[in-house]
């Protein structure tokens, strides 16, 4: 086990943000979560956390609030002191439909949860890790899905290209900040046993993948926790698969 540091993860109190929490606590973290509305899950996450030996603070904070994004990084960093790696994990899908159904009101809550925020996110945290801002480096992973790349249709094509455009944020933002001490990496995670699917589509879907079934937050949490590693150290601008070979 090492010491490594403080990492601040969004969407921590539920799913494949839960399990990274615990993940990086068992790899030496200290770990601050934030999480939108569930006080309950985001405490189960910081008792996990605490008896794996590491400290925790869950914070609510709204990732498409500029206030509430900085006051996430400032508590943590209060807390537990400042933030070596942020996984840019929180996310919601779009109800089941197609393209010539959308409306203004879904399209811009989806892509301001996940897209606009990724990157309002990342912006706080590299305003903190960048050598040029005074900072130490640190990692960023984006928690991207292999939708990005399969378009999703007649599901949601709204959240695969939302996630399209967290793609773009890995690459661009890592040969922005390369030379400032920040790497930044991504997952692309296919079909992953966590609440936030509609009811029915993992029995439905649960078979499709190549391996035969769909993977576990955890198995999610493995890779999340190797790339905010240092034994990830000589990449950056790549995004991994994660999707059981689909
Ligand atoms: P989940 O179980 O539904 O958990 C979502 C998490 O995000 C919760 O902690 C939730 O907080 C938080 N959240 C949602 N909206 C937020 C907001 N506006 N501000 C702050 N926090 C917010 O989802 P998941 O399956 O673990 O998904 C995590 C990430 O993986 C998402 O980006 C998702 O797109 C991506 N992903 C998931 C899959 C999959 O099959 N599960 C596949 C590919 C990619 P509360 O608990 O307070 O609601």
């Given amino acids: ?44 996450v910081v008792e996990a956390v605490e008896k794996l ?95 990005a790349v399969l378009g999703s249709a007649g599901e949601y094509v709204d959240y695969a290209a939302s996630k399209a455009a967290v793609d773009a944020l890995t690459t661009g933002l890592a040969n922005e900040v390369a030379k400032e001490g920040i790497r930044i990496l991504g997952v692309r995670p296919g079909l992953i046993e966590t609440d936030i699917h509609e009811p029915g589509r993992l029995d439905r879907l649960g078979t499709t993948p190549p391996l035969g079934r769909p993977g576990t937050p955890e198995e999610v949490a493995e890779l999340i926790t190797f790339l905010a590693s240092d034994r990830s150290s000589y990449m950056t601008g790549t995004t991994i698969d994660v999707s059981g070979g689909r």
Avoid: C, K
């Avoid at 790899?27 to 509305?37: E, F, L």
């Avoid at 159904?101 to 996940?114: E, G, K, P, S, T």
């Fill in 53 to 147: 030996g590491r400290r925790a603070i869950a914070v609510q904070a709204d990732v498409v609030e500029t206030e509430d994004i900085e006051r996430l990084f400032d508590s943590v960093t209060t807390a537990l002191g400042p933030i070596a790696a942020l996984i840019n994990n929180a996310g919601v899908v779009s109800p089941a439909g197609r393209v010539d159904q959308y409306d203004v009101a879904r399209l811009d809550n989806v892509f301001r949860i996940n897209a606009i925020s990724a990157f309002l996110v990342a912006g706080a945290a590299v305003r903190r890790m960048s050598t040029q801002y005074g900072g130490s480096g640190g990692v960023i992973v984006n928690v991207s899905s292999r939708a």
């Fill in 1 to 44: 086990m090492t010491d490594s540091g403080v990492v601040l993860v969004t969407g921590g109190s539920r799913g494949i943000g839960a399990a990274a929490a615990i993940a990086l606590a068992s790899d030496g973290w200290d770990v601050g979560i934030g999480y939108r509305t569930r006080d309950d899950e985001a405490a189960r």
